[in-house]
């Protein structure tokens, strides 16, 4: 027996419809304002946001987001009120995804300064910038408290850049997305052009996408997202987002 036309023309507009729906679900997601990896006041509201957009997007899922103070971010996530956080350090108290950013903390220098080092104490009688209250690894501290080194410190971090420029100072550790972000905002074109890094961290911190616990679509949602991640980093996009940070693109 033959279908109705009506009745054939129906089914397709719900499976229409269905495959629209799952086309546009959506997670919500909350951060803070951690530049240049994420801000309002960024293109694209930096490059760990446009990642996290685009991945979804691959995988066929919406996101909504809003800022919030950290503390407040955290709480609405881990009580389920926010399907997760932007970007965290891995930690068993959310369902944490493959590796977003890495924040390498490495040493700035002047191209024209003759710059390598293996290990700590190959910094010795460098002179060496840092700012107040900061530590840069327990190796360094340790230096630093037998005087093996000095470190010369001042409030903020783009006052060493000034102080490299002119010479006072040979070396500064900072984080290499932070440190071009400084660069960027405050120095032309013709400074930054003077200025390097070695490749070497002193440390490396990662960071992931955290979702809540709270929610069990969440366990689906990280599985869409680590493969929308890998398929991102396989095109180049990642890369090609990452340098256009670098290079002071997503600034307005």
Do not use: C
Request: net charge positive; glycine share 6%; hydrophobic share 35%.
């Amino acid at each position: 027996m033959k279908k109705p036309i009506t009745w054939i023309f129906g089914m397709l507009l719900i499976l229409s419809f269905y495959s629209y729906s799952l086309a546009e679900e959506t997670i919500r997601l909350t951060t803070g304002e951690w530049p240049p990896f994420i801000s309002k006041d960024l293109k694209h509201n930096g490059f760990v946001m446009r990642v996290i957009k685009e991945s979804f997007a691959i995988e066929g899922i919406n996101v909504e987001y809003k800022f919030f103070p950290w503390g407040r971010a955290e709480k609405l996530v881990e009580n389920g009120v926010w399907d997760g956080l932007a970007l965290q350090p891995e930690s068993p108290n959310y369902l944490n995804s493959d590796v977003v950013a890495e924040d390498r903390l490495v040493f700035f220098h002047l191209k024209n300064f003759r710059f390598d080092w293996s290990e700590t104490k190959d910094l010795e009688k460098i002179v060496i910038g840092g700012v107040l209250a900061n530590t840069y690894g327990e190796n360094i501290t340790k230096m630093e408290n037998a005087n093996k080194i000095s470190i010369d410190r001042v409030p903020k971090e783009y006052q060493n850049f000034k102080k490299m420029l002119l010479g006072r100072i040979d070396i500064f550790p900072v984080g290499l997305e932070f440190g071009y972000s400084i660069l960027h905002k405050k120095f032309n074109d013709q400074q930054i052009e003077k200025i390097t890094y070695h490749p070497k961290p002193l440390r490396i911190s990662y960071y992931r996408l955290a979702l809540s616990k709270k929610n069990e679509r969440n366990k689906r949602m990280l599985q869409l997202f680590n493969q929308g991640l890998k398929k991102l980093k396989t095109s180049g996009k990642y890369d090609q987002y990452l340098n256009e940070s670098r290079r002071g693109e997503y600034h307005q």
